[in-house]
């Protein structure tokens, strides 16, 4: 078991992963990063102050030089591209060693709206919790950050975006928020077994968020709704499993009559409320243009 708070983040290199492992050395934690070997995204992370090690979800064992004496792990678990079979062999080698894990997990297991072929976040949350180990959830609305890959290439090219259910309520969520949580979480054992449903502060339609962008960097992009149909067929061209992308699409369909859920948790657990859409799009403004 860990003594010294060391903390191991999986998925360093994603959306959440590299603002926490920023938090952390910013903190003093002692902090590890775990990449696919030769991973060319690692320019995501800061030049120093951690360590790296190589290890890759689908090879249990390969995670053990990682684990050896850390104390808390950031989990999460790669869905796109990776089935759970090794899921609970990856969940044993981490119970060998750690005393805490926190999983980013998903709004859709809060709410009960997990596709059944797509239960992912639930099956996770389930083998978690057999293990021992101290847990936290983080039970996240989708990230401002998927704007970046939903619309940002459109709005270059053409501006006009044509993207499924515009009239789609959000409450999106600044993946910097979920990482400060997910450092909390990750440094005592102040929320453990806490399911924390994260969400950002207000409810926007799809359409809203890209006319934001627009505003921000001087254009008026245009929506045009696609057919739920043709969306799925490029959505799974894209590299979508089929599950997840019908799953998504009727979870957007869903929110086009009833909006996204918003909570206080960043307000609770951080004591300052969650950054807005607005906030996002003007750090990420250069991303549009
Ligand atoms: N995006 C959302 O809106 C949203 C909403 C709710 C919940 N979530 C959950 O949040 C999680 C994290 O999101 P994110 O956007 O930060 O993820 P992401 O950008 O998709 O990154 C996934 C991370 O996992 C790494 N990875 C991929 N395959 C791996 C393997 N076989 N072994 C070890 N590491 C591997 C990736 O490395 P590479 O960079 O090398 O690929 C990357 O660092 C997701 O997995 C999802 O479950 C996301």
Redesign the pocket.
Known sequence: MGADNTVLV????????PLVVRQLIDEGVTTRA?L?AD?P?AGRLPDEGFEVFH????DPDSLLPALDGVESVLL???????NVDTAPAVLERIARQARRVVF???IGVHIGYEHTDNNC?AYLEELIEKTGLEWTFLQ?T??A??ARLSYAQQMKATGIVRSPYGAAARSSIHEGDVAAVAVRALRSSELAGRRLVITGPEVLTQIEQVKIIGEIIGTEPTWQDVPAEAALKAMVSAGWPPAYASGALEYFEMLTKEPELITTTVQDVLGRPPRTFREWAVEFADDFR
């Open positions: 999986i998925g360093a290199t994603g959306n959440v992963g775990l696919l991973d995204k290890g890759d979800l689908a999460m678990w790669p869905f796109f591209t990776l980013v997990s998903s976040h996240t989708g990230f950050a998927n």
